[in-house]
């Protein structure tokens, strides 16, 4: 049993297939749009896969399929890009030389 107020992550469609924008590529518009919300779990739930509804921290309500109990965050912002890394002292150098300090 998973009690209410729980943080769970619930996966949602948003939009059906036939129903997205007309310029969406054909592989695209196949495909339902899908979002994952994360919440507080409004009513008890038995096991994931159950249909549910939770409260978001910004205080929304969503109603979609329990995927995951206490989900952590996993995000990242990928590998450093070389290139990037000398934008900034170089663009530090380039103003200091123009401002004449």
Same mark, same amino acid.
């Given at each position: 049993? !998973? %009690?209410?107020?729980?943080?769970?992550? !619930?996966?949602? !469609? =948003?939009?059906?297939?036939? &129903?997205?924008?007309?310029?969406?590529?054909?592989? @695209? /518009? /196949?495909?339902?749009?899908?979002?994952? =919300? &994360?919440? *507080?779990?409004?009513? /008890?739930? $038995?096991?994931?896969? %159950? @249909? =549910? @509804?939770?409260? +978001?921290? $910004?205080?929304? $309500?969503?109603?979609?399929?329990? !995927? =995951?109990?206490? #989900?952590?965050?996993?995000?990242? *912002?990928?590998? #450093?890009?070389?290139?990037?890394?000398?934008?900034?002292?170089?663009?530090? %150098?380039?103003?200091? +030389?123009?401002?004449?300090?």
């Amino acid at each position: 049993m !998973i %009690e209410a107020g729980s943080w769970v992550q !619930i996966d949602l !469609i =948003v939009l059906p297939p036939g &129903k997205r924008a007309p310029g969406v590529p054909p592989d @695209t /518009a /196949a495909l339902p749009l899908q979002a994952r =919300v &994360k919440g *507080f779990l409004a009513a /008890a739930a $038995s096991m994931p896969g %159950e @249909t =549910v @509804t939770v409260r +978001t921290l $910004s205080g929304r $309500s969503a109603t979609g399929r329990l !995927i =995951v109990v206490n #989900p952590g965050y996993s995000h990242g *912002f990928g590998d #450093p890009v070389p290139e990037l890394l000398e934008v900034g002292p170089e663009e530090r %150098e380039r103003l200091r +030389t123009n401002a004449g300090i």
